[in-house]
């Protein structure tokens, strides 16, 4: 297969961050995805309906002349969250899903729930409204190794939390293990899963068998190849609980490279080059459409979009930066580590 068409697609799981960044990363997300699912883990985080309005405005601003983008916003669940602005912006339509990050699990999250029985009124009154929990599913228990920490978070939280609140609406996010995909599978309907890119191509000695290799370090950290590939079987399975969240997360290369690196992986340029590769891989090109464009408007009731991309499968390799400039210094860019020969043309 040389060309393929499918419907535009939307990333459920994207961080802009603000001012000079939002403004450099942003046009590489809206050219391509029709609508994002965006982080709030902002200084100060977006906690209230009124700043994720308010932050929405400053991503409207901030789109190129002539690109149809649609932020979808998401409000930074603590402790202390008032349930009854959340179901009303989410009635509003201002706020379309709530974050759940355990205190201490990523960037900017220090602010995030420590016991998650404090949140539980909040979470009746969201199950209650059908608003959208999306989780970081990560334990941060210090005595818990790295590479455990997700499947910990499964059986310690995550289960518990669905079995008192049957109808809430759950995303398991940037799902890492087997053990993932594993759950969302074999989970009642109301729960899904989304995969990165990164998590799809990079495994845990792409990181650090040859040399610390901070740009592809994140939270949740890549783990073994074994689950790299459940990763993918479900990506390209076709089963409609998994779609993509890229959770592209750009950092200047000054706080990558550093003596305490920050988390997060900058793929939003070649998102879809990298996807069409993997596909491409698995003989499973037919079930890109469902994961990049169908399965997560279809979790959130949301039509599918009625654009289409084309992409064609180019001879020679396409180039796509090393980096991109922005006013405080560069951000290196997700290398998938092979050629990249699908090219976005329409």
Known sequence: ????????????????????????????????????????????????????????????????????????????????????????????????????????????????????????????????????????????????????????????????????????????EHITTSDGVDYVKSAPDGISGTITTHHLIINRNAMLAHGMRPHYYCMPIVKRESHRLALRKAATSGNRRFFLGTDSAPHLDADKESACGCAGVFSSINTLSCLAHVFEEENALDKLEGFASLNGPAFYGLPANEQTIRMVRRDDAIEFPGSIETKSGPVTVFDPMFPLHWDVVA
């Open 1 to 172: 297969m040389q060309e393929i068409t499918i419907r535009r697609p939307d990333d459920w799981h994207l961080h802009l961050r603000d001012g000079d960044m939002l403004e450099t990363v942003l046009p590489y997300t809206s050219r391509h995805f029709a609508r994002a699912i965006v982080m709030p883990n902002l200084v100060p985080h977006i906690a209230t309906t009124k700043m994720a309005a308010e932050y929405r405005e400053r991503i409207e601003k901030a789109l190129p002349a002539g690109h149809n983008f649609t932020p979808l916003m998401t409000l930074y669940l603590t402790e202390d969250a008032d349930a009854e602005d959340i179901v009303s912006g989410f009635h509003s339509g201002e706020v379309t899903a709530v974050k759940l990050y355990p205190a201490g699990a990523t960037t900017n999250s220090h602010s995030g729930v420590r016991n998650i029985e404090t949140v539980y009124p909040v979470f009746e009154r969201m199950a209650e409204a059908g608003v959208t929990l999306c989780v970081h599913g990560e334990v941060t228990d210090p005595e818990v190794d790295i590479f455990d920490r997700e499947a910990v978070f499964i059986e310690r939280v995550l289960e518990p939390v669905r079995r008192r609140f049957p109808d809430l609406r759950i995303v398991m």
